[in-house]
């Protein structure tokens, strides 16, 4: 089955950008909608965005000026990049799927998760 | 953004009891509304999706309802791996949002 594992650092500091890749394994990235969340103690659950055929994304309005994600097929890999970092960005970070099509009335929800990696902001 | 208002935010109940949660949409999302349940240092995972559709291998004790608002998210017989945090989604427009979360705790 498929399953999404999310790696990159645990620390990072103010001001700096954060870089994290997620991998796909069990199945190829296909077309799908492959999104990023995080989750804090403050904010909750919150959804970053996502990538959709390798070039298409749609970004959260909150963040769209700080995020950037991109995919490679080659790979089975997909990544976030969000810049400008500050100690509200600190928060667990996740990978998931937005099944589509593939599950008929399942679109918008995310059916496989990442386990998730804790990335804290701090000099 | 289309706010997601769950309630309670938390729950005591018995194993064998039910319980049901509450989430309301601040504008209609017809049935496009997920729910999640999430475990201490766990991803949330996906119970059920369109509002009422049970997700692949999702026991029958969990059942939800709702369309336009309101939706609820109910499960009967609680068993004691069902006490965790569950959270209600819009899929209905971007960007997607939660609900904050009620937690079913063991009384």
């Known amino acids: 089955q498929v399953q999404l594992k999310e790696s990159g650092p645990g620390l990072v500091k103010p001001s700096e950008t954060l870089s994290l890749t997620c991998t796909v394994s069990?199945?190829?990235?296909?077309?799908?909608?492959w999104t990023w969340l995080r989750q804090s103690p403050g904010k909750g659950l919150e959804w970053i965005g996502f990538?959709?055929?390798?070039?298409?994304?749609n970004y959260s309005p909150s963040l769209k000026s700080r995020v950037t994600m991109s995919a490679d097929t080659s790979r089975n890999q997909f990544s976030l990049n969000l810049r400008a970092l500050t100690a509200a960005d600190t928060a667990v970070y996740y990978c998931?799927?937005?099944?589509?099509?593939?599950?008929?009335?399942?679109?918008?929800?995310?059916?496989?998760w990442g386990q998730g990696i804790m990335v804290t902001v701090s000099s | 953004d289309i706010q997601m208002t769950q309630s309670p935010s938390s729950v005591s109940a018995s194993v064998g009891d039910s319980v049901t949660i509450t989430c309301r949409a601040s504008?209609?999302?017809?049935?496009?509304l997920a729910w999640y349940q999430q475990k201490p240092g766990k991803a949330p995972q996906l119970l059920i999706y369109a509002a009422s559709t049970l997700h692949t291998g999702v026991p029958p004790r969990f059942s939800g309802s709702g369309s336009g608002t309101d939706f609820t998210l109910n499960i009967v017989s609680l068993q004691p791996e069902d006490f965790a945090t569950y959270y209600c989604q819009q899929a209905y427009s971007f960007p997607r949002t939660f609900g904050r979360g009620t937690k079913v705790e063991i009384k």
């Open positions: 504008q209609g999302i017809s049935n496009w």
């Open positions: 069990g199945g190829s990235i296909g077309t799908y909608y």
């Open positions: 990538i959709y055929d390798t070039e298409n994304t």
């Open positions: 998931a799927r937005d099944p589509d099509v593939a599950v008929p009335g399942a679109m918008g929800s995310f059916d496989i």
